[in-house]
């Protein structure tokens, strides 16, 4: 029987602030943490379309903020690859700029600003189960909280060169951790509707970040987008599943070498294609 594959993206998320969070500590004993793991672009644009293309942005032809949709025809892109083996795909995402519609039966976007996801999503998860009508699902979430904190508190009230921003470290990282905080319970919620829906059983949770947050660590740098510093470019991947063995360690990948190529059987990185197989027991899924 073909997984479920739900991607829960945790927009923003720093890999060295999880530690703050209970619900996040609680959450990783179900699965196998990855922390160093290193996306192709500090921002979501070009690091998501590598995710599901499997390609660097000169190869997919996203490799810019403004070239978002010249996605090229001739590439592989995992929604459609899922769909063509008898996926029902859906997605919820902050603009419909992120991603390709491609593939996808159902593709929506939120309101960052007045939708509540904690309760939005749980119920899309729901609604895709109902109209998959038995099929398995594939299904891209976009927590995008963060970003929207980011966008309102920090972009909107500074410059990149105004020193009052990047005098107040420690203000900023409370505003970051409270928002990552918020980010760690929508996480929870998440998996608990899996388990009341009775779909764990069959089902890959893979939680992620696309990229990290800046706090003003670095002069230039309000949040993320434009330097390659750890700090956003340094992410996470938490794989959960009854069939993903729990609390294995972890090898450093690019963002890129995770998914597209993979699923498809061919792994590039030997260390990736070694940590994959002592995680996942066998599954049966597709190969093109």
Not at 88 to 100: P, Q, R
Not at 111 to 116: G, V
Not at 118 to 125: D, E, G, S
Not at 158 to 183: C, G, I, M
Request: charged share 30%.
């Amino acid at each position: 029987m073909k997984p479920n594959i739900i991607f829960i993206l945790l927009d923003g998320s720093r890999w060295d602030r999880l530690h703050i969070s209970p619900e996040f500590s609680k959450l990783k004993k179900d699965g196998t943490l990855l922390t160093n793991v290193t996306t192709t672009a500090p921002y979501t644009f070009a690091s998501m379309n590598s995710i599901f293309t499997g390609l660097y942005g000169k190869e997919s032809g996203v490799n810019a903020y403004y070239k978002m949709f010249r996605l090229k025809d001739s590439v592989n892109y995992l929604p459609e690859i899922l769909s063509k083996n008898g996926y029902y795909t859906s997605c919820d995402l902050i603009s419909e700029k992120v991603i390709s519609s491609r593939g996808f039966d159902l593709y929506q976007s939120h309101d960052e600003y007045k939708d509540d996801l904690t309760i939005r999503h749980p119920r899309l998860i729901e609604d895709s189960l109902k109209k998959a009508n038995g099929k398995p699902i594939f299904l891209f979430l976009q927590f995008s909280r963060i970003h929207t904190v980011t966008v309102s508190e920090v972009l909107k009230k500074y410059e990149w060169d105004d020193k009052k921003y990047y005098k107040k470290k420690e203000e900023n990282l409370k505003t970051y951790d409270d928002v990552f905080l918020e980010a760690t319970k929508y996480a929870i919620k998440i998996k608990n509707t899996i388990e009341k829906l009775n779909m764990l059983e069959n089902t890959i949770l893979i939680f992620f970040s696309d990229h990290g947050t800046g706090i003003g660590e670095r002069f230039g740098e309000r949040n993320y987008g434009v330097f390659l510093h750890e700090e956003t470019i340094r992410t996470i991947y938490l794989f959960i599943s009854p069939k993903i063995k729990t609390n294995q360690g972890s090898v450093k990948v690019e963002i890129k070498g995770v998914l597209v190529r993979d699923y498809d059987g061919k792994f590039e990185t030997t260390a990736l294609k070694k940590f994959m197989r002592s995680i996942y027991e066998k599954w049966v899924i597709p190969t093109r």
